[in-house]
């Protein structure tokens, strides 16, 4: 069975940091891509990042780009995303995404439950 | 404002047809981007519906169909269930954009 486990929301204060982790099991996970999608409150999904299967594909939405920084370790099955200088406006559910593909191009077949990231004085 | 169009919300009664719409551009589902639906309800994990424009998962009922046009795609539910009321959401890849793109969502109910 396949499982996506994410970790690491908190309620942290603008300007802030926090890692978030995800952890994979029930497939080969260095054979996909994988992605961070966000929930706002009362909003719309909202792709964040992704990174391909040996971490050679890399890209992320505008509104984190050089705040965020995705990455992967095969070895241990997990996902990560580091996000800096953290505004309210990334209050959100954040979701691990594991796609179809290797590279990112494809949907994604399987969610994590999400952690819950809070941004606020 | 999301890349990708789609009606804010649908309704219907139950056994009735609904379509829901997604709307792209050249960089995206125009250029022959596949174009993936999902299920949504608030503070949950999003379930695959369509996949590859038109292809269900194991487990997903044939009432769920995709369809594709150009730079438009649909989704298709057929036989409308109370169960059914959900967010529903169109993604793609954006070639300009280098990643995903989502719909805005378009909220079912069922009358």
């Known amino acids: 069975e396949v499982q996506l486990v994410e970790s690491g929301g908190d309620l942290v204060q603008p300007g802030r940091s926090l890692r978030l982790s995800c952890v994979a099991s029930g497939f080969t996970f260095d054979d996909y891509a994988m992605h961070w999608v966000r929930q706002g409150p009362g909003k719309g999904l909202e792709w964040v990042s992704g990174i391909g299967w040996n971490s050679g594909t890399i ?34 559910l954040y979701f691990c995404a594991k796609d179809m593909g290797l590279i990112g191009f494809g949907g994604s077949d399987y969610w994590g439950q999400g952690t819950l990231v809070t941004v606020s004085s | 404002q999301s890349v990708l169009t789609q009606p804010p919300s649908v309704s219907g009664a139950p056994g009735q047809r609904v379509t829901i719409s997604c709307t792209g551009n050249s960089s995206n589902i125009g250029a022959d981007y596949d174009v993936h639906w999902y299920q949504s309800l ?38 409308l269930q109370a169960e059914d009321e959900a967010d529903y959401y169109c993604q793609s890849f954006d070639s300009r954009l280098s990643g995903w793109v989502l719909g805005g969502g378009t909220k079912l109910t069922v009358l």
């Open chain 1, 59 to 92: 890209n992320y939405a505008d509104s984190v780009k050089g705040r965020f920084t995705i990455s992967r370790d095969n070895a241990k099955n997990s996902l990560y995303l580091q996000m800096n200088s953290l505004r309210p406006e990334d209050t959100a």
């Open chain 2, 42 to 79: 608030p503070g949950t994990a999003p379930k695959l519906l369509i996949y590859g424009n038109n292809n269900r998962p194991s487990g997903i009922p044939d009432r769920f169909s995709g369809s594709k046009s150009g730079p438009s795609v649909s989704l298709t539910i057929t036989g």
